[in-house]
């Protein structure tokens, strides 16, 4: 309904969150890279909120960790999750597993992605962090470890998860009910798809030394007029 309001001829591909502004009755945008970028800055002046999750000096490194962490992590899940053929769903669970290790690694000497201070790349790597072992593990097929099998990222979890008050944003349950609802209607639409794939993560993937430890040990392991839809962590495409 949201999207044909904003264009009724709209045939494509609905995703959420969306962005929509009440006044105007128009979509801002429903890209949550973007949207994130615009909650961060363009509200300061009416809430006078003074956080500022994209300081320009670090919006190099964001933006270096967003891209890296999106295509093999936020991605990169839902890319094995659904992988309708053996080799995409090889090669994007060796990327999710690579880019899990390399950052676990990096967090032994640092608070945060970059540096000690927490910045927009935290809160879109968390939130994939923050689904991962009940949801990621099992029904999509990513399970050579768990989030809690690394050393560093169930510490830096709790550092991003106590930075602000997030508390009320955070619902497990609707995590698993959502994501485990939308990948059923997945496989329900993919009838002709016969294929199946198998968990062929094992000595035939070039992974890391960490994770090819997990598998050797066979671990199983309102006054703006705009609204934001779909903004439940558990539902956010960050």
């Not at 991962?132 to 990222?153: A, P, S, W």
């Not at 059923?184 to 030394?209: A, R």
């Amino acid at each position: 309904d949201i999207y044909l309001a904003h264009d009724s001829n709209f045939t494509g591909r609905v995703t959420v969150p969306i962005l929509w502004d009440t006044k105007t009755h128009t979509m801002v945008s429903n890209e949550s890279s973007d949207i994130i970028q615009m909650l961060n800055a363009s509200f300061s002046s009416l809430t006078g909120c003074d956080i500022d999750l994209y300081p320009d000096h670090l919006k190099p490194q964001i933006d270096q960790w967003n891209e890296a962490n999106y295509e093999t992590l936020n991605n990169g899940v839902y890319r094995a999750g659904f992988a309708r053929e053996q080799a995409v769903y090889n090669e994007a669970v060796q990327g999710v597993f690579k880019q899990l290790d390399m950052v676990n690694q990096h967090l032994c000497n640092h608070s945060f992605l970059c540096g000690e201070a927490i910045t927009l790349s935290d809160i879109r790597l968390w939130v994939t962090l923050l689904r991962f072992d009940v949801v990621y593990v099992g029904h999509f097929k990513c399970n050579l470890k768990r989030i809690v099998d690394y050393d560093y990222l169930p510490p830096y979890m709790e550092r991003v998860r106590h930075a602000f008050d997030i508390e009320d944003t955070i619902h497990m349950d609707h995590i698993k009910q959502q994501l485990l609802r939308n990948m059923l209607l997945k496989k329900s639409q993919d009838t002709g798809n016969k294929s199946v794939i198998m968990y062929e993560c094992l000595g035939d993937l070039n992974l890391t030394n960490s994770a090819e430890d997990v598998l050797d040990e066979g671990i199983s392991k309102g006054s703006t007029g705009w609204q934001l839809f779909g903004s439940k962590i558990g539902r956010a495409h960050v």
